[in-house]
């Protein structure tokens, strides 16, 4: 489970669209900045600045050795957000569920201690 | 601080009958012990559970999945207890700037039985969305579905 400050993150970074015109892209495979900026028709400072929002959100990450330094889509934390979006009613009425068949076994005992 | 929203857009209710005296799951709520018992969903059992029931005593919780791993605790308050009637708490992920919500649950006791409601006040419609599963409606627009959607069938990128 992402703790809430990373969904924050996540979140933040996928509200923009062209942020998510670049995670797109990176679906079909990793690409240099300079891939990036031609067919966006930003600035390169520009997409510099949102690929840093998508990697403090762990959604991309950089080659480290190669010259150019690709960027690459990190599927975890979107696939991660997205199966826990949703979840508090589910939780909650699996947990009420358990509690239902709990306090049985509680009154059981109750009524074991000889009050029915 | 973000802009005032009004109450009932960042409210969620879920109520619950029970064939149970208000008592009783009112303890069931209050101790450790109890709560071990039934909190969360089967096979996410509480790992950490550490609770001060007291108004103004705090609680924390971690719960540990199925792969073992123990996740981010999260925590709060006891804002006002009444015993038997009342729980109010407010919860945050144990994190830096983590948003927190408020949960009301209370119990009403019929001829023996129960009716609880637990209602949560989240503290932005962001931190709502994020919970409910509206978020993609929230500011996000439709690609992200299917960014989603694609993202899902993806294998994980090979490194290197």
Known sequence: ?116 | MGKIEPAEDLSFVITRHFDAPARLLFEAWSRPEHLRRWFGPVGWPLTLCEVDFRVGGRFRFAMTGPDGRQNTPFGGEYLEITPGRRIVYDNGFDAPGAEKMIVTVSFEETSGRTLLTMHTLFASKAMKAMHLGAGFEWGVGSGLDQLAEMVAGMEQPTVG
Request: proline fraction near 4%.
């Open chain 1, 1 to 116: 489970m992402l703790e809430a400050g990373h969904l924050d993150r996540v979140f933040g970074a996928l509200a923009d669209p062209t942020r998510r015109a670049i995670l797109a892209r990176l679906a079909e495979g990793e690409a240099t900045v300079n891939e990036l900026v031609a067919p966006f028709g930003l600035s390169q400072p520009t997409i510099s600045k949102h690929l840093k929002v998508l990697q403090g959100a762990g959604l991309v990450s950089r080659g480290r050795a190669a010259q150019f330094r690709p960027v690459r889509l990190e599927a975890a934390p979107l696939a991660e957000a997205a199966g826990w979006i949703g979840n508090y009613r589910g939780f909650w009425e699996a947990g009420l569920e358990r509690l239902e068949a709990y306090v049985e076994e509680l009154k059981g005992k109750e009524s074991g201690h000889g009050e029915d």
